[in-house]
């Protein structure tokens, strides 16, 4: 995985979406992101809470929403999902 996300460029590839996404979405606009790796969530959450923290946006659910129980029994690789979302403010 690590050697998937140097070579793919992963983590610059996130970053460079974190900055743009914002200026691409219409006020009332929405972000939703789901991440798969702990370092892929800790930048989409700073992100988030910044752009909220700055009136940028508003986080819509102050916890990631994580996979039940049931669904990973069902789907393992989803363990790992965490989805955060932000909605666009306008001004």
């Known amino acids: 995985m690590a ?3 140097v070579v793919n460029q ?3 590839e996130l970053d460079a979406l974190l900055t743009r996404a914002p200026q691409m979405v219409r ?3 929405r972000i939703v992101i789901i991440s798969f790796h ?3 969530d800790r930048k989409v959450k700073n992100s ?3 752009m909220a923290r ?3 946006a508003v986080l819509l659910i102050k916890k990631p ?3 039940s129980d049931r669904e990973v029994g069902e789907n393992p690789p989803s363990r790992s999902a965490k989805l ?3 909605e666009i403010v306008g001004g």
Request: hydrophobic share 40%; net charge neutral.
């Open 10 to 12: 992963e983590m610059e």
């Open 84 to 86: 955060r979302a932000v």
């Open 3 to 5: 050697l998937r996300m």
């Open 65 to 67: 929403v994580v996979p």
């Open 38 to 40: 702990s370092l892929e």
């Open 54 to 56: 700055t009136g940028k």
């Open 27 to 29: 006020a009332g606009g």
């Open 48 to 50: 988030f809470r910044e």
